[in-house]
């Protein structure tokens, strides 16, 4: 992928997880943790794919050092270039490596962890619509 798309792996998760995005935007510190990369790791990169013009990098405003990463009209047309690449590999390397059992396993797995995200997600989305808890006292 690094050849044919101009992009690391990790560049290309980034720009992918930026792409799915309402407004093709990502708080940093959100898109570290969708990306399992340290804030400096992430930062490093960001900056290289902000000089290409692939992203923006822009302060949120109000208290603390929150900082939004937002998919350029060039950067969703690398990542939509490098997907084939990203899903050939994939197949490649991985599907076509396994075995029947195997592919059931990973299957299992994937559902797995689907599950876990989306009550993660309900979990988040239930807390965040519940009222306030009153003190009682």
Do not use: W
Not at 10 to 28: D, G, K, N
Request: aromatic share 4%.
């Amino acid at each position: 992928m690094q050849r044919e798309a101009r992009l690391t792996f990790f560049e290309y998760m980034v720009l992918s997880v930026l792409s799915e995005q309402p407004a093709h935007t990502l708080q940093m510190s959100d898109l570290a943790a969708r990306t399992a990369a340290s804030l400096s790791r992430l930062s490093h990169v960001v900056g290289r794919l902000e000089k290409r013009e692939l992203l923006t990098r822009a302060r949120i405003p109000g208290s603390g050092r929150r900082t939004n990463a937002t998919l350029t009209e060039a950067g969703y047309e690398a990542v939509v270039a490098a997907a084939p690449g990203h899903v050939a590999a994939v197949r490649e390397y991985l599907m076509d490596e396994l075995e029947p059992q195997e592919l059931a396993t990973l299957r299992r797995i994937g559902a797995a962890v689907d599950a876990a995200i989306k009550r993660d997600q309900l979990d988040v989305g239930s807390a965040a619509s519940a009222p306030p808890e009153t003190p009682t006292s």
